[in-house]
Structures are given as C-alpha cells and as structure tokens.
C-alpha cells in the first residue's frame, strides 16, 4: 500500500496537462480582456466619426 501511495506522489504526467491548462486560460483572459479594450475604443472612434459626418452633411437652413 505504501509503494502505490509512493508511486502516485512521484507520478507528474497529470501536472504537465494542468499547466498547458492554465496557461491555456490565462492566454484566453488575456485576449478576451484586450478584445474588450479594443471594441470599446473602436466604437468610440466611430461613434464620433459618425457624429462628426452626420454634422456635415446635416442641411444648411
């Protein structure tokens, strides 16, 4: 009993997939969260280029 107790502590095969795992996710957070930062400024760019086209082609009363 104490060899098969022994022989799982020193077993590592399972704790290379759990790191490719979180590295995994946390280059999926990274993305995600900068996907975020860009669609927001983005939006804000063509929110205001919008604004600024719908002035200028607005008529003249």
């Known amino acids: 009993m104490k060899s098969i107790f022994y022989r799982l502590l020193r077993d590592e095969s399972g704790a290379t997939a759990i790191e490719y795992g979180l590295i995994a996710a946390l280059i999926s957070v ?25 002035t200028s082609t607005a008529p003249k009363l």
């Open 30 to 54: 990274a993305l995600i969260a900068g996907a975020s930062t860009l669609g927001n400024a983005l939006d804000t760019t063509f929110n205001g280029l919008g604004s600024k086209v719908s």
